[in-house]
């Protein structure tokens, strides 16, 4: 059957890391913590998942899929800081 080859190749993509991420994602779970209790979101899915650096502190950014539809950009400076987050509302040109 050729739909086994497809579902594994899927599972795989699926469980590698995004681009940029650390092997320690603990900023994650803060991240569906906090926009859980702040936003009533819960999260279906991230992506555009993003660490950098300014100024000598760590940065972290992401776009948050809701189950509900919504989206957010999150963003974080520190470790400590809570997140800000954006809704990702329509935009007219």
Known sequence: ?????IL???????????VGQTADPAWLDDLSS??????????AYLIRVREGDLGG???????VQCVDGRMFDAQRIGDTEPFTFKACEIQVC
């Open 57 to 63: 502190k760590k940065t972290y950014e992401a776009r």
């Open 1 to 5: 059957m050729r739909l086994l080859p």
């Open 8 to 18: 594994t190749a899927l599972q795989l993509a699926l469980a590698a890391p995004a």
């Open 34 to 43: 906090q926009i859980e209790g702040k936003e009533q979101c819960k999260v």
